[in-house]
């Protein structure tokens, strides 16, 4: 372990992802979003602050679009639905994300990271 900084642990290994032509993984996504969420929004002059986001974690696309057996979770069923929703409804259970205005889900896809 090399620092814990808001909940996010980076550790060596992490570190070497930080060198020239190697890809970010899921640690150092986690950990620049919170950074820049307390470190530098808050500070940054903006008439935003961090009450007005909810960043979900970066798994969090990952688990909605796949189970366990690797087949894409989404089928157009009630008990496929009734299964997505159990299975994701505790990551909100404390954020009412009617409330924030903007919600960020980071995505990697074709070890590409995006936004949405």
């Known amino acids: ?40 929004l808050t500070t940054a002059g903006c008439p935003l602050s961090s009450d007005d986001f909810h960043i979900f974690p970066t798994y969090f696309y990952s688990r909605m679009s796949y189970l366990e057996n690797g087949g894409t979770a989404y089928r157009d069923t009630k008990s496929s639905r009734q299964k997505l929703y159990q299975d994701l409804k505790g990551w909100t259970k404390k954020v009412d994300i009617f409330e924030k205005k903007f919600l960020i889900f980071p995505i990697n896809y074709g070890l590409h990271w995006t936004f949405v």
């Open 1 to 40: 372990r090399i620092l814990t900084y808001e909940g996010i642990t980076l550790n060596k290994m992490d570190k070497l992802r930080l060198w020239p032509l190697t890809y970010l993984n899921d640690s150092l996504v986690n950990f620049y979003i919170k950074y820049l969420m307390k470190e530098k």
